[in-house]
């Protein structure tokens, strides 16, 4: 009988420590990807930033040699990130898709004129430097007008300014939650425990005696739930990589160290403090009180 009782109580240990660390693996597994969004909230905002663009509209007499020229000098511009040369057969083939119709048959000619699209580095896509290049590129004599959408460039902007505080107070938010979490698995996996602590303070172990074989499994269980938590990482960073298709780079070696070795302490850490916080609470209770 007392056998069975024994296998009974240690099937359910087994039990309480497999659920502790799955629970803690999937916060562990939240907390990470609450980090990459972190990591690449700026590496968002460059992608879109780098997006906004204007178009250089060419004269009409401009030979091809200076127009090469002229693609060229954009192209050494500090602030410049790329350039795309659209001919005017190619502008009016464009506009006939989004039109539905054959304006050029209608008109009897092409009135669109070839441009230059240019594309701007992160640093200089906003409304006061943009102005201050459109300024510079209308010096060359190629340039019959430079164009870009004002109203757009303050809009994004601002939106990005927005959905980074966003992001910042959400992931706040989360870690608070996560930390949480986490504390009051670990508390309920001592609270299972807390007989077994007292019938060991019964027989005259020391607080320190007690303490460090729990101190010890609480080392190995953040070391397991992190394994755990950066295993699942990875695989969903390398599906999330695929689904971006290059858009944003999110498996540098540099952003994967960072985030292994975060998940690493932030398990290690929060299982040991929270194990030394949730013991010593029963050491101090009476046999008595372990009933309340």
Known sequence: MKSRDSRTIKRRLRSSYITSVISISLVLFMLGLIAILLLNTHKISVVVKENIGFSVILKESVKEADRLQLQKNLDALRF???????????????????????FVSFLGSNPLLSTIDVRLYADYANRDSIVKVKKEIQKYEQVKEVYYQESLVNKI???????????????????????????????????????????????????????????????????????????MLLFFINWLEKQLEGIVKLNELSTIFILCSMLLFIGICINLISTWFSVNKYLRLSTEELYY
């Open 157 to 231: 902007n601002e939106n990005v300014r927005k959905i980074s505080l966003v992001i910042l107070i959400i992931c706040g938010a989360l870690f608070i939650i996560a930390i949480s979490l986490i504390n009051n698995t670990i508390r309920l996996s001592v609270y299972s425990k807390r007989f077994i602590i007292n019938t060991m303070q019964l027989v005259g172990a020391t607080k320190s005696f007690i303490r460090k074989p729990f101190l010890y499994k609480s080392v190995l269980q953040g070391i397991y739930c992190s394994g755990i938590a950066i295993t």
């Open 80 to 102: 410049i990130k790329s350039t795309e040369y659209i001919s005017k057969e190619q502008a009016a083939k464009e506009f006939q898709q989004e039109l539905g119709e054959d």
